[in-house]
């Protein structure tokens, strides 16, 4: 995870919401690459799954921030949504709290075009990426903004309240 969000996570006090719309991402990653190839993470082998991200999800939680991710995603799914609901459970073990949309029921929401993160409803960590899922300059863009930030909460809310918890999401 990119180092601005992890600062702000840090200096967060109370919540923290991630918004992610896209139907890929880095498919040169390379545990997407081995996943295709049929690794896949043993819920029982917590040292082959536990990472540094989740150290941060722990240590933020820990201080009582509520961490929530919305995924809204094309139906059916690709290759790379099917791979990322494979390996989110170690979030939720984590303490996030993981939604799934599809976006067929969204048709009727007004959605942010990038993705990001709110973080306190004052910071806005806005998400670039190419047509294909890659990081492009400037990779994060962190406003303090509460108006935007604003903006970000009532569309997330109001696609929060439609998604399926990850434990009932089945991906189609």
């Known amino acids: 995870m990119a180092t601005a969000v992890r600062e702000q996570l840090a200096k967060a006090h ?14 040169d990653d390379p545990e997407f690459i081995a996943w295709q ?12 799954w536990w990472r540094s991200w989740l150290d941060v999800v722990v ?6 921030v509520k961490m929530r991710r919305l995924r809204v995603v094309s139906e059916p799914v690709t290759d790379y949504i099917r791979y990322e609901y494979d390996v989110t459970f170690p979030n939720v073990e984590a303490g996030e709290d993981v939604r799934w949309l599809p976006r ?7 959605l942010p075009g990038l993705d990001g993160w709110v ?3 004052q910071i806005v960590i806005l ?9 492009v300059g400037p990779r994060m ?22 998604a399926t918890p990850h434990a009932e999401y089945q991906p189609v």
């Open 119 to 121: 973080m306190d409803e």
């Open 14 to 27: 109370h919540s923290a919401v991630h918004l992610e719309m896209r139907d890929s991402y880095m498919l």
């Open 141 to 162: 863009e962190v406003r303090t903004d509460p108006a935007l930030a604003k903006q970000y909460l009532a569309a997330y809310e109001a696609a929060w309240e439609r």
């Open 104 to 110: 067929s029921r969204a048709g009727d929401l007004l």
């Open 127 to 135: 998400h670039h990426f190419t047509g294909d899922g890659q990081w």
């Open 37 to 48: 190839a049929g690794k896949r993470l043993d819920p029982a082998n917590r040292e082959s």
């Open 59 to 64: 240590e933020a939680t820990s201080r009582g």
